[in-house]
């Protein structure tokens, strides 16, 4: 099945009006005063084009604890990426922080270009961040076309007024958003299941309804949390094909934090390793599976394990 | 999927049905079932809502035992017809007072005899007004209870009236005295009688050193609204309010050495019954009220000896209300000439063309009392002094 | 392309037409029955006040059933609505309007104002969560009745007044209107059951429309999950800001509507107690579903009249069956042996599988 | 001195409205439910002091101790039958139970004692008249004295509980975490039970005190002050109990010098409107814990 969206040319990449901190039209014009620490890392797919995600230096403390520090990598517009490392090494609070649930208390990153310091959560869903949840974050009592048709809000923006009256042009955008509902829903072949209360799912199920309404909001970068966690070999190698599929499709850069090495290694075109907040190796599967450093943080310093 | 909906909508539909079905039936079938001995014998039937439950309760339960010994008396006595007197409850709430009446209604009232409270009183006043029934409160005393509608009749003071007596009384005794108030102001009964009051001492050149007021919880602190009063040099503090609150006022003025006169209205009256007041507190507070139960009047003596030996406590200002109400509907309605088979709008024209008419009643709450077409009373306020626990001619 | 359909019939649309069944049903059953004289007085006359809280309950449910926060305070939009409905209404009457046009008038007014209310307190309200909430909406309550008890107005030939003060020189023609707290009296009862049901029916369109819009979607969504609508876009303050001020609206609509049919309304009335019954409406009835606080409204309204031959043990009686219906819905050990018989005897087709446990960490 | 009299009537009013808020803020913390029918264990509590001394002639602190032993056994019953059997249904359903358990107590206290207001002897009449300074300039009642007094010991007396004793641990970690304060073999069931008796016999203390000072007693006499102490104890932080002891005394001296000095129409008008500031710029009260949700 071939999926027919494409993102419109006209929209603007980002709205200036939300902008706070200064506008960079490319990463040439950031500013280079500050010496930063190492950037440009993961090694690009697609050198040529700008990236989508750049980080610089993030870092976030928790009351004296530092949970990530100096975070600095970047994501190419169409890549897929990985961020592994043991429990606790901070990886969803990089989500977390790349979604502005939490203010990076050092550092900034720029998001297709622009800065995203002061912008909050709702606003990185505008310029195009979307993600899935380790804990599943549906929305339970919402069936689950709703589910994906509450993300698809900046398409469906009839008024109040006309969400009261019902009039025609709520009629003709629910039209269309249950159309694109339903083809979202069939990427996981998950159509029939349209009316069903999403907390009444199966847990794989759920999984996957997320990442549908991460895509629902037409985003630019898709981060996932653990997608494959209590999901069955199967499903897991069916999941893989369609983050792949879904890349090719939508033509987006995807994240994904996971702890299933088949995955991670299989799907992912470049890894970034975190142990206590920090990076620990950089690269491509094949160099992060030889990396000392990460054998180390993996199996713990005594190489008897091995 | 769509069968089942529709079962869960008959489900539905069908309890709904149930529910006003049975509601529908349930009063009909109490109106009919009282009905039936009308034929047997002439019956009046004399409703009344007032609050039976509920915070309020106690004056409702007054006015209803006051009420039910007249209507013994009445029917133990040589008459024509015998008067059914039923009493429901509102709460002191004006909607549950007008679903009272509705209640009353079914079961065939003709003349009604409320509401205790004002609030009440004044919703069913509504009612009573357009499906012309008489009414007549033995208590309810804002003149919003009678503005307006011909059918109905206060025995009690109303609000201002009790203000501007208040008032003149006060300067007539304390013409030098600086003089304050404390009044609920979230209380329709308080704040008539204050407006009355403070416009009634202004018109005589006499401004109030202090109006200090509380709002409608039942166990307030009072401790500020004293203090200003007492720091304003108020020798004589007006309080026209209900008992409960005042006995916490004379408690908290005694604690912080403040003795001033207080001068109560007849919402003050009860006070000397509560369980567990200290009377001292009470010495030497001048009250407004129109029912001392330790008169040597003998029909006043009657009434208290019979309620004592009926309820085991002393009738209050409420229960004589009730008592004498009932009282006047049936001279009222035997001076109409009115029978139990004529219909409500009759009766009710008969008996307001009656009462305004030159009728005059003798009760326990006042000697000749007469009524004006605006529906309000005529007889003359008693202040009384309390001295020994009980209430004494000043 | 093969066009890609759901199965089955969205829940929503069965909802709704259970409650559009109910209102007209109700309304046709009635007035069916008081043509034929076979409704008594009593029940007659809480026909309106029934009209009212099943608005109140509908609309108290937006908040606190499908946008999830605690409202304690939500009489407090009533007597907005209500007092604006009656100057309104007053003015109108001493201008020789008609029946109908005062009272639509004084709807609209009503409906405005507490719409305007709800807006004007929601800004900050809305910014706590939980129990806060709870505890702030419950403060504007009792401020709103606070602030009705010192209003005073009326209408003369020197037009309209309005003021804190008991003596704000309304002359001796004029018609006063509220009466600090005395509230208002001299209504003039135009309220009907017709109007009631009017109202109930528009309460219903624009509850159930809601709900089955983006906005509806967008502020279930931000109840479902606050953290996961706010990483879609969602501005949750906005959803909730949105929901709070169509229920504050809708609610003055049902206080136009129970103002005037009483020839008196005291501020009062108003209290904390009035916003827990309706509360209790909504609870009762299901968080969410709107037929259900159509249905509590409607039995929790008659059902203290129907126990009227309790006397004085009446009160008594409604809160063990308040307490006693509460457990029974809720305890959890109650319901599964409910819905098991359900399941035997209603059967009901579920989602292929049970929600699997763990994993989630 | 005029300022000094109001301060001292807040301090009182103060700290009644604390010795409720703190049986509020325990119960909350351990059962994440508000209580609603709190403020008419108060009213039950003082009432059977009432009859204690009215009735059976007891001395003072003998019905107080009755009047304690009484609630702290309604306490569990209530717990028992109307809460327990609604445990982790979501905190709706049992606050509309727990305003059930309100009607049917005011209701059956209306049925026992009557709708004529008691007038309640003060515990504390044996000590003779108030206390007069500045040559009768200010005076202080007993009432006051002790209410603040009784009121610290309260506080004090709980605090320790709470850290020192094994039960006081107990409640906390249940507060903290009801699954895994289970996993560590503490009886989840019997330690909220005693959250609930605890909370009711400061209740009776709160009744008897709060009736001493302002002594109508009906059946809606805990209603208002109980409505009060829930202000007083999110004000503080609800969940604490410092915050509840800081959130009373606060909301008794502002509202009796809003009363004194700005507007007794609007003086609940103004305590809850300090309550709506405070909780915009503290969204969890004064004391409370910034809870952050985790992601």
């Not at chain 2, 004006?94 to 009440?120: C, F």
């Not at chain 2, 206060?154 to 600086?178: H, S």
């Not at chain 3, 009901?348 to 599988?353: F, L, S």
């Not at chain 4, 010795?19 to 009213?43: E, P, Q, R």
Request: negative net charge; contains cysteine.
């Amino acid at each position: 099945m071939k999926f027919k969206f494409k993102f419109n040319p006209n929209k603007k990449r980002y709205r200036e009006d939300l902008v706070q901190g200064p506008i960079y039209d490319t990463y040439e014009n950031y500013d280079e005063s500050k010496p930063s620490i190492d950037y440009a890392v993961l090694p690009e797919r697609e050198k040529e084009t700008a990236p989508i995600l750049e980080t610089r230096g993030v870092g976030i403390d928790f009351g004296g604890l530092t949970a990530v520090d100096e975070f600095t990598i970047t994501v190419g517009p169409t890549e897929i990426a990985g961020i592994i490392g043991p429990n606790g090494a901070g990886k969803t609070t990089i989500f977390n922080l790349l979604t502005k649930v939490y203010q990076p208390t050092r550092g900034t990153f720029f998001f297709d270009g622009q800065d995203t310091r002061g912008l909050n959560t709702t606003k990185m869903s505008e310029l195009g961040v979307a993600r899935t949840f380790q804990n599943i974050r549906l929305f339970d009592k919402l069936t689950v076309e709703e589910n994906v048709k509450a993300a698809m809000h900046r398409e469906i923006n009839y008024g109040l007024l006309s969400g009261l009256i019902h009039g025609p042009k709520y009629r003709r955008q629910e039209k269309e958003a249950h159309e694109k509902a339903l083809q979202l829903l069939s990427i996981f072949d998950m159509q029939d299941m349209a009316n069903y209360r999403a907390g009444s799912l199966p847990y794989g199920a759920q999984r996957r309804l997320e990442i549908v309404r991460a895509l629902a909001t037409e985003p630019k970068l898709l981060l996932l949390d653990e997608p494959a966690a209590g999901m069955n070999p199967s499903e897991t190698a069916e999941l893989m094909n369609n983050i792949r599929k879904i890349r090719d499709t939508f033509r987006i850069a995807i994240i994904l934090i996971e702890h299933d090495m088949s995955l991670v290694m299989n799907v992912c075109e470049d890894i970034a390793v975190l142990n206590f907040g920090r990076v620990i190796a950089k690269g491509t599967p094949k160099e992060i599976q030889s990396n000392p450093a990460v054998i180390e943080a993996y199996l713990g310093k005594k190489k008897e394990a091995k | 999927m769509k069968k089942e909906f529709m079962k869960k909508f008959a489900v539905v539909m069908l309890s709904l049905v149930m529910v006003f079905a049975m509601a529908a039936c349930g009063g009909s079938s109490g109106g009919s079932s009282d009905s039936g001995s009308e034929s047997a014998e002439a019956v009046l039937y004399v409703g009344a809502t007032g609050p039976l439950t509920g915070g309020a309760s106690f004056y409702g339960n007054a006015v209803k035992q006051g009420a039910m010994i007249a209507a013994e008396e009445i029917n133990a006595s040589e008459t024509e017809f015998r008067i059914e007197f039923r009493m429901e409850d509102d709460e002191a709430d004006g909607e549950k007072a007008v679903n009272a009446y509705h209640v009353l209604q079914d079961w065939g009232v003709q003349v009604v005899l409320g509401s205790v409270t004002t609030g009440s009183c004044v919703a069913v006043a509504g009612e009573t007004f357009e499906d012309r029934v008489f009414e007549i409160t033995p208590s309810a005393s804002s003149s919003d209870v009678t503005n307006g509608k011909d059918n109905v009749f206060q025995v009690c003071f109303t609000d201002p009236n009790q203000g501007k007596t208040a008032a003149n009384t006060i300067l007539e005794l304390y013409p030098d005295a600086k003089v304050a108030a404390i009044y609920n102001n979230s209380d329709p009964y308080s704040t008539g009688i204050f407006n009355a009051f403070k416009a009634e001492m202004e018109a005589n050149g006499k401004e109030l050193v202090e109006a200090a007021t509380y709002p409608d919880d039942t166990n307030a602190d009072y401790s500020a609204q004293l203090t200003a009063c007492k720091s304003a040099g108020a020798d004589v503090v007006l309080l026209p309010i209900y008992y409960t609150p005042a006995s916490v006022i004379l408690k908290q003025a005694a604690d912080m050495g403040y003795e001033p006169t207080f001068f109560g209205l007849d919402g003050l009256d009860g006070i000397l019954d509560m369980e567990g007041f200290d009377t001292s507190l009470a010495e030497g507070v001048m009250l407004m009220t129109p029912f001392n139960p330790w008169s040597d009047d003998a029909k006043v003596a009657e009434f208290v000896k019979k309620y004592q030996d009926a309820y085991g406590e002393l009738p209050n200002q409420f229960a004589a209300d009730g008592y004498d109400t009932m009282y006047v509907i049936y001279e009222t309605f035997k001076a109409a000439g009115c029978t139990t088979d004529m219909s409500n709008e009759e009766i009710c024209d008969a008996m307001v063309a009656a009462i305004t008419g030159g009728f005059s009643y003798d009760g326990v709450t006042g000697e000749g009392m007469t009524w004006s077409t605006d529906g309000t009373v005529s007889k003359d306020p008693v202040v009384v002094v309390i001295k020994d626990g009980q209430y004494q001619d000043r | 392309m093969k066009k890609i359909t759901s199965k089955g019939l969205s829940p929503y649309r069965k909802n709704e037409i259970i409650s559009y069944g109910i209102a007209i049903l109700g309304f046709a059953v009635i007035s069916v029955l008081r043509s034929l004289g076979m409704v008594s007085s009593s029940l007659q006359g809480q026909l309106v006040p029934i009209c009212a809280y099943v608005i109140m309950a509908v609309s108290l449910n937006l908040v606190v059933g499908i946008s999830g926060e605690l409202s304690l305070g939500h009489a407090g939009f009533m007597s907005v609505g209500a007092y604006t409905g009656i100057v309104v209404s007053g003015i109108m009457g001493t201008m020789g309007a008609a029946d109908p046009v005062r009272f639509f008038a004084a709807v609209i007014a009503g409906a405005l104002a507490a719409g305007v209310a709800g807006f004007l307190i929601g800004i900050p309200v809305l910014r706590l969560r939980g129990d806060y909430l709870a505890i702030v909406t419950l403060a504007f309550g009792e401020i709103i009745k606070n602030i009705m008890n010192i209003v005073y107005a009326g209408i003369d030939e020197n037009g309209f007044h309005i003021s804190t003060k008991s003596d704000y020189g309304l002359s001796a023609e004029g018609r006063m209107l509220l009466n600090g707290p005395m509230g208002a009296t001299q209504v003039d009862r135009i309220s009907t059951f017709f109007y009631g049901f009017i109202l109930v029916m528009v309460t219903l369109f624009v509850v159930q429309n809601i709900l089955n819009s983006r906005q509806g979607r967008a502020i279930m969504a931000c109840r479902d999950n606050r953290i996961a609508s706010e990483s879609i876009g969602l501005n949750v303050m906005k959803n909730k800001l949105m929901a709070f001020t169509v229920s504050s609206a809708l609610a003055g609509m049902g206080g136009v509507l129970f103002g005037l049919n009483y020839s008196t309304l005291l501020p009062i009335k108003f209290n904390f107690n009035t916003s827990i019954l309706i509360l209790v409406f909504v609870v009762l009835g299901g968080l969410g579903n709107i037929w259900g606080s159509m249905i509590a409204a409607i039995v929790l309204t008659v059902l203290p009249e129907a126990l009227r031959q309790f006397a004085d043990y009446r009160m008594l009686v409604y809160a063990v069956v308040l307490i006693v219906v509460m457990i029974a819905t809720y305890n959890p050990a109650i319901r599964s042996r409910v819905s098991a018989f359900a399941e035997k005897y209603l059967r009901r087709k579920k989602p292929d599988a049970a929600p699997a446990e763990g994993g989630a960490d | 001195m005029i300022f000094l009299t109001n301060l001292i009537n807040g301090l009182s009013l103060g700290s009644v409205y604390a010795i409720i808020a703190l049986g509020y803020t325990m119960v909350y913390g351990i059962s994440k439910m508000l209580n609603f029918a709190h403020g008419d264990v108060i009213m039950v509590g003082a009432y059977i002091s009432f009859c204690g001394t009215s009735y059976l002639g007891l001395p003072a602190w003998v019905s107080v101790v009755l009047a304690m032993a009484v609630c702290t056994a309604l306490g569990i019953i209530i717990e028992g039958l109307a809460y327990r059997p609604l445990r982790g249904t979501g905190s709706l359903a049992v606050l509309i139970t727990a305003i059930g358990v309100s009607y049917f107590l005011q209701n059956a206290a209306l049925l026992i004692w009557g709708s004529a207001p008691k007038v309640f002897t003060s515990v504390f009449s044996g000590m003779g008249s108030s206390i007069r300074l500045f040559d009768g300039g200010l005076t202080v009642t007993w009432e006051a004295v002790f209410t603040l007094l009784i009121a610290i010991l309260i506080m004090i007396l709980m605090t320790m509980f709470t850290t020192r004793t094994k039960m006081g641990k107990a409640m906390r970690a249940v507060s903290e975490d009801n699954g895994a304060a289970r996993l560590m073999g503490i009886n989840v069931n019997s330690t909220i039970s005693m959250t609930f008796a605890i909370g009711s016999a400061l209740a009776a203390v709160a009744g008897v005190l709060l009736c001493s000072a302002y002594p109508a007693l009906m059946p809606t006499t805990g209603a208002m002050p109980g409505i009060k102490a829930f202000t007083a104890a999110v004000f503080g932080g609800i969940g604490s109990i410092p915050g509840a002891m800081l959130g009373g005394i606060l909301i008794g001296v502002i509202e009796v010098f809003g009363r004194a000095y700005i507007s007794t129409e609007l003086s609940d008008t103004i305590v809850f409107g300090v309550l709506i500031i405070v909780l915009l710029v503290k969204p969890t009260g004064l004391l409370g814990k910034k809870i952050t949700e985790k992601v």
